[in-house]
């Protein structure tokens, strides 16, 4: 468990950071061609910022697993997961998806707070282990 944490934390903060660094100099670039928006460039620079903070949080799952009930921060590092994947990815398809040619991405807005809410149920998880310390 420790292992596939730790492994997803680290390509997922190097993805992250990419993807930010993409916002910050070729997303902005294609703002002219009408084809991605002001609105979609914050939207990113969102889920960017959402994909670093919990491939953080998850670099400290992978660290604390040992330290606490391993079943309920085991079940927190899953949910920082498909929070991630989720929550960031639906937000990096729908607001990219005229520039890079993809129709009809609307099926993908409500898995954004999908994501969302693994990310809060996560975060609950984490203070109920913090409650139930061994």
Same mark, same amino acid.
């Given at each position: 468990?420790?292992?596939?944490?730790?492994? @997803?934390?680290?390509?997922? $903060?190097?993805?992250?950071?990419?993807?930010? *660094?993409?916002? *910050?100099?070729?997303?902005?670039?294609?703002?002219?061609?009408?084809?991605?928006?002001?609105? #979609?460039?914050? *939207?990113?620079?969102? *889920?960017?910022?959402?994909?670093?903070?919990?491939?953080?949080?998850?670099?400290?799952?992978?660290?604390?697993?040992?330290?606490? #009930?391993?079943?309920?921060?085991?079940?927190?590092?899953?949910?920082?997961?498909?929070?991630?994947? +989720? @929550?960031? $990815?639906?937000?990096?398809? +729908?607001?990219?998806? #005229? +520039?890079?040619?993809?129709?009809?991405?609307?099926?993908?807005?409500?898995?954004?707070?999908?994501?969302?809410? @693994? @990310?809060?149920?996560?975060?609950?998880?984490?203070?109920?282990?913090?409650?139930?310390?061994?």
């Amino acid at each position: 468990m420790q292992k596939r944490f730790l492994v @997803f934390s680290g390509f997922s $903060g190097a993805i992250g950071v990419a993807l930010g *660094a993409m916002v *910050a100099h070729l997303l902005k670039s294609k703002l002219e061609t009408g084809l991605i928006t002001e609105a #979609n460039l914050q *939207a990113f620079d969102t *889920a960017a910022k959402y994909q670093i903070y919990h491939s953080i949080a998850l670099l400290a799952v992978a660290v604390c697993i040992d330290k606490f #009930n391993e079943k309920i921060i085991s079940k927190v590092g899953y949910c920082f997961m498909a929070g991630i994947v +989720l @929550f960031s $990815g639906s937000l990096y398809l +729908l607001t990219t998806a #005229n +520039l890079i040619g993809l129709s009809d991405v609307r099926w993908l807005g409500p898995i954004t707070p999908i994501g969302g809410l @693994f @990310f809060i149920v996560g975060w609950i998880l984490l203070a109920f282990a913090g409650m139930k310390k061994r």
